[in-house]
């Protein structure tokens, strides 16, 4: 089976940096993803990882361990809109669909 | 960017009765659509995987008689929810593959919210 574990919910301040982490247990591990989803909304794409290492795209930075099974995703200087549920998903070889985690809820306050 | 569109947004039917939900990819050819539902505060739970011209695989634990899928065009994946119940109202999301792309080019429709009463 698959296991893919979040923290429920975060909290944080505007400005600051925080760092949601992913567990997963999995076989014929290939990737990893991270989305966004607003409240009432679709989610939005953030970053995919398929090799260990530190992934960059602005305020967003993902990083995945495949030999620990562990990815997080970084927010710098956080905003308000920031606010949102963060959603790791994995995929395996031979399988063309995602499984997503419990998904993470993160509040940005003043 | 590529665009998914569901249709309708949000939809209130009475119990028993059937509601077909719309699923197009606007300016690409999907190959690959997928179904999800997303209970309050919960994850997306995938329901089927729908390949243009043939038919759904459905996840474990989902009824292929209750929720029918049918993905007709390259642009167009349907899903019809059978007879519904107090407990099938959910947010249903769609996404669409771009044909011969991975899964990282995966678009996600903006859902649509059901609610049976």
Same mark, same amino acid.
């Given at each position: 089976g698959q296991n893919i574990d979040q923290p429920t919910e975060m909290t944080a301040t505007e400005g600051a940096i925080v760092q949601i982490n992913c567990t997963y247990q999995t076989s014929g591990f290939n990737g990893l993803f991270w989305y966004q989803q607003h409240a009432g909304e679709a989610p939005t794409f953030l970053s995919y990882n398929v090799l260990d290492g530190l992934e960059e795209k602005g305020r967003f930075s993902s990083f995945l361990s495949r030999s620990k099974g562990y990815s997080y995703l970084l927010l710098k200087e956080l905003q308000m809109k920031d606010s949102a549920s963060y959603l790791c998903a994995v995929s395996r070889l031979g399988f063309q669909k995602l499984v997503f985690g419990t998904g993470t809820r993160l509040l940005v306050s003043p | 960017g590529a665009v998914v569109s569901q249709h309708p947004s949000r939809v209130i039917c009475k119990s028993g009765t059937s509601v077909k939900i719309e699923c197009r990819s606007l300016d690409f050819q999907a190959t690959t659509m997928f179904w999800y539902r997303q209970f309050p505060k919960q994850s997306l739970m995938l329901m089927a995987t729908s390949n243009e011209g043939s038919k759904a695989t459905y996840e474990q634990g989902v009824e292929k008689d209750k929720f029918l899928i049918n =993905? $007709? &065009? /390259?642009t167009l994946s349907t899903l019809t929810v059978t &007879? $519904? =119940?107090? +407990?099938? &109202?959910s947010f249903y999301i769609c996404s669409a593959r771009l044909r011969g792309?991975? /899964? +990282?080019?995966q678009y996600f429709g903006p859902g649509t919210r059901l609610l049976v009463l």
């Open positions: - | =993905h $007709a &065009s /390259l &007879s $519904a =119940h107090p +407990e099938d &109202s792309q991975g /899964l +990282e080019t």
